[in-house]
């Protein structure tokens, strides 16, 4: 057996009362550090609680809490009439060996799954964190009907029982659905039964869901490029072959992709407002797209994610309302509309899948919050979302327009404290283009002259 710990071992314990962290803690956390960094060993006796008290001038029932709170967490056991003990379980565990492997990553290539390197390779969280201005993808937050939305937040907790306080539906609310689907009836065209709607936390994981239930490595999928970056490098993540197709200048090339890739598991587009170029796909391109479809067995994704804005006439209607063979995913998000904080999503999927995205949502972690589901429903139902969608609708076009038109903006797109992005991560090869992307929608217009001022200036500081 290894020989009992010393008391000028433990003696060294470095405690200052001065510090907001509890005696206790700061003992609790030495002691498992000799243990982890292999000084104290598997079957080393400890001194008794007494005689670490006294070393250490603290009362002994701080020591005896270390001791019962260590025992817990398995790094020490106590024997009855003998004494306290490191645990011998800790036997083959050796910290400092595994610090040791882990600070050399180029050892273990090869032996990590082939989904590590595509998932550590995403660009898709450049998105995080606090915003600046023009963001792309960012709504008004400065316009968010918070009051109103607190309101129906509220009565989602206390009218509905104990009903929304649980996991709520796998599909999502129904009276949610149903909103949804009126409003996708009334804006785009769109009739689908509320049971083919699954709710989701927002466009991602719809994205996810899909990619979960449909590819297998190996299988092929047609990716607009440039194009959405977490779609994208989610399908790459799976071991599909992700295959980047142009556009033109009615959308997806879809002679491009069929010259030159093999035939699809999965389509990716956004026909409605392609992202993030803005080009709405012709109506001959759907038709045609949707036949190659149904010809060979192909599935599409129809990401509808800002289809509300448009500022020049109506909407025009899905892709979706076009197909006849079921063959098109549709994807919305509210977090466009809305705010992101909000993380509500749908995905129309054929009668077929219905209970497998459910199962499947299931799986990679539930759904949405019910609360934040019923507020959404009565919100839509009480018509506030129209209402909203209204008023975003003409602030956008004011917006988009005091930036257009502003002449320093064709002069100056990058800026010191500026957020932007640039189109070159939205492919997934270089294309003959190259811009930055400015989002308008989140930026007050009375900031808009002196930001592009800044952009300007900065610009020709570099040139």
């Known amino acids: 057996m290894s020989k009992s710990a010393s008391g000028a071992l433990l003696s060294t314990v470095e405690i200052d009362r001065n510090l907001k962290v509890p005696l206790y803690k700061q003992v609790e956390n030495f002691l498992r550090g000799l243990i982890l960094d292999g000084i104290l060993k598997p079957k080393q006796k400890l001194p008794s609680s007494r005689e670490l008290a006294e070393d250490l001038s603290i009362s002994r029932i701080t020591v005896k809490s270390v001791y019962e709170q260590l025992i817990a967490e398995g790094y020490l056991k106590s024997k009855t009439g003998s004494g306290t003990f490191v645990s011998e379980d800790l036997e083959f565990f050796s910290y400092k060996k595994l ?13 990590l799954p082939d989904r590590v390197d595509p998932i550590n390779l995403s660009k898709a969280t450049i998105r995080y964190g606090e915003t600046a201005p023009f963001r792309p993808g960012l709504p008004a937050l400065d316009r968010f009907p918070i009051k109103s939305w607190n309101k129906y937040l509220f009565n989602a907790m206390s009218e509905s029982g104990r009903y929304n306080l649980g996991y709520g539906s796998l599909n999502g609310s129904r009276d949610l659905r149903r909103s949804i689907a009126q409003h996708l009836a009334d804006a785009r065209g769109l009739r689908v039964d509320a049971e ?22 190996g299988d092929t ?22 295959m980047p197709v142009p556009i033109d200048a009615e959308g997806l090339d879809l002679d491009y992709a ?38 060979n067995n192909s599935w599409i994704i129809e990401d509808d ?28 998000t509210f977090s466009k509309a809305l705010c992101s904080a909000v993380r509500l999503g749908y995905v129309v999927v054929p009668e077929w899948l219905i209970e497998t995205f459910a199962k499947a949502t299931n799986l990679l972690g539930q759904n949405a919050s019910p609360i934040t589901e019923a507020a959404l429903a009565q919100f839509i139902n009480d018509g506030r979302f129209a209402e909203h969608i209204r008023k975003m609708r003409r602030l956008y076009r004011d917006r988009r327009d005091t930036l257009i038109e502003d002449q320093i903006a064709y002069e100056a ?47 020709r500081s570099i040139h």
């Open 413 to 459: 797109l990058l800026g010191k404290g500026i957020e932007s992005l640039p189109l070159s991560v939205y492919c997934l090869q270089p294309i003959e283009r190259t811009a930055l992307v400015l989002g308008f929608s989140g930026v007050p217009r009375k900031r808009m002259p002196k930001l592009v001022k800044k952009m300007s200036e900065t610009l």
């Open 99 to 111: 610090k040791s492997v882990m600070v050399k990553p180029a050892e273990v290539e090869g032996k």
């Open 221 to 242: 999928v047609w990716y607009e490029n440039p194009g959405h970056i977490a779609g994208r490098d989610v399908m790459t993540a799976m071991g599909a072959n992700v």
């Open 258 to 295: 069929k010259n030159n890739f093999d035939i699809p598991k999965l389509i990716f587009a956004t026909p409605s407002h392609q992202h993030p170029l803005g080009i709405t796909m012709s109506l001959a391109r759907r038709l045609s797209l949707l036949k190659f479809a149904g010809n």
């Open 196 to 217: 083919q709607i699954v709710i989701t936390s927002g466009a991602q994981q719809a994205f996810v869901l899909i990619s979960f239930a449909l590819l297998k490595a």
């Open 305 to 332: 994610y800002d289809s509300e804005f448009r500022y020049r006439g109506r909407p025009l209607p899905a892709l979706s309302a076009l197909d006849e063979e079921r063959r098109v995913f549709y994807v919305g």
